[in-house]
């Protein structure tokens, strides 16, 4: 993507002048061989950077490569200075030159091209700024201490609005003063953004540890990330519904009838039958009972019964 958005630029440049394109061509290609060797991974700056002045926050991005990079990320943020302060050079200087009444000569076109890229002193002066800005930035974000990434935000924009402020009256640099603050406003809100999408962590809940081994003693400083818990809902349905009883017809309800007297019959006989085989035991466990108490007399016994005394006793009773 980043090298396409080169060969547009280069396009443009050569749609200008053949000489032009192989100018800008040549400050491209050697800003693409710095980064593929130092910070690869920092190629979208080349094109970030430049978006970021012409919608005039260009605090915006070293503010966030501060944040998301590493202190290697301040070249990417003056690379990408280069090719915005290029591409309005040749737009607002080399143009109207090519376009004058009298076509001008190489050696002067290419004079020109390179006095106004390298002798540009608002340039130097937002490279140095931008710079500055990635690298204090980082620095914060990457130190102990708490709530250090909402730190670091705050004191990059103000580092890079104060920066800034100095270095036009160091340098003698005309610079609208309005659009640096809102530059450095916009800059504190686009690191804010990126500290709730890539970072959270929950400062009121910071814990120390200590312990040691035989090398070293380590002191440790935990913070717990934000943890979002959902709430637990219990949910009740009531439901106050009664029971549609089927609609049936007169044969079904007689059907329904009839099985149910049968049931109730079979019932009647079962319960009968029980109680028939409860008796049968019962008289049955009585002839036992009986039969054990009785003993069998003997015949002796029999001779030895006063039947004439025991029939006057019970007449005396009647």
Not at 65 to 71: D, E, V
Not at 174 to 198: D, K, T
């Amino acid at each position: 993507m980043v090298f396409l958005a080169m060969l547009v630029i280069i396009g443009h440049c050569f749609a200008l002048h053949m000489v032009i394109a192989g100018l800008a061509a040549l400050v491209l290609l050697v800003l693409w061989f710095l980064y593929l060797r130092f910070v690869p991974k920092d190629a979208p700056a080349l094109l970030l950077t430049p978006l970021a002045f012409w919608l005039h926050v260009p605090s915006a991005v070293p503010v966030a490569y501060g944040l998301a990079g590493t202190p290697l990320s301040a070249f990417s943020a003056a690379c990408g200075v280069v090719v915005y302060y290029m591409c309005d050079m040749i737009h607002g200087k080399m143009e109207p030159l090519l376009h004058a009444a009298e076509a001008p000569e190489i050696t002067a076109v290419v004079q020109e091209f390179f006095n106004g890229l390298f002798r540009n002193e608002e340039m130097l002066l937002v490279l140095i700024a931008c710079a500055l800005t990635v690298l204090l930035v980082n620095a914060i974000r990457h130190s102990s201490a708490d709530y250090a990434w909402q730190i670091s935000i705050v004191a990059g924009s103000v580092a890079y609005a104060v920066i800034m402020i100095a270095g036009s009256l160091a340098l003698d640099v005309q610079i609208a003063l309005p659009m640096v603050l809102i530059g450095a406003a916009a800059g504190c809100l686009v690191g804010f953004v990126l500290e709730f999408f890539l970072f959270g962590a929950d400062y009121t809940r910071t814990e120390y540890l200590e312990y040691d081994d035989d090398d070293y003693y380590y002191y440790v400083k935990a913070v717990p990330k934000f943890n979002v818990t959902k709430a637990q809902r219990c949910v009740t349905y009531i439901r106050n519904e009664k029971k549609k009883e089927p609609d049936l017809t007169d044969e079904e309800l007689d059907a329904l009838a009839n099985l149910g007297h049968t049931e109730e019959s079979g019932n009647s006989r079962d319960l009968d039958e029980i109680e028939e085989k409860e008796e049968i035991e019962e008289i049955n466990e009585t002839e036992e009972i009986q039969e054990e108490e009785i003993p069998p007399l003997d015949e002796g016994d029999y001779q030895d019964v006063d039947y004439k005394s025991m029939l006057e006793d019970t007449l005396k009773d009647l």
